[in-house]
């Protein structure tokens, strides 16, 4: 089976990144998924798109969560079959 891949966008000095990322971390202990960390401040469009909804959680394309992120929401979307 296909790893899933999960991007997950932020910013610095932003504090509710800094405890999706350690939530991200400690899943990646649990669960096999491809991790992809990008920076919206390196690129307009992304700012302009989860400026306001940082940290964003993606798998497979598709959001999953913003804002707080949820290890249970999250392990969740990781699970689930597509």
Excluded: W
């Amino acid at each position: 089976m296909k790893q899933p891949e999960l991007v997950f966008y932020s910013r610095s000095r932003c504090p509710l990144c800094d405890k999706a990322k350690s939530v991200l971390m400690d899943l990646k202990k649990e669960y096999e998924f491809k991790l992809i960390e990008k920076d919206i401040d390196e690129s307009d469009d992304l700012t302009e798109k989860y400026g306001l909804m940082i940290p964003v959680v993606e798998i497979n394309g598709r959001e999953v969560q913003f804002g707080h992120i949820d290890p249970i929401t999250v392990s969740e979307a990781l699970t689930e079959k597509n």
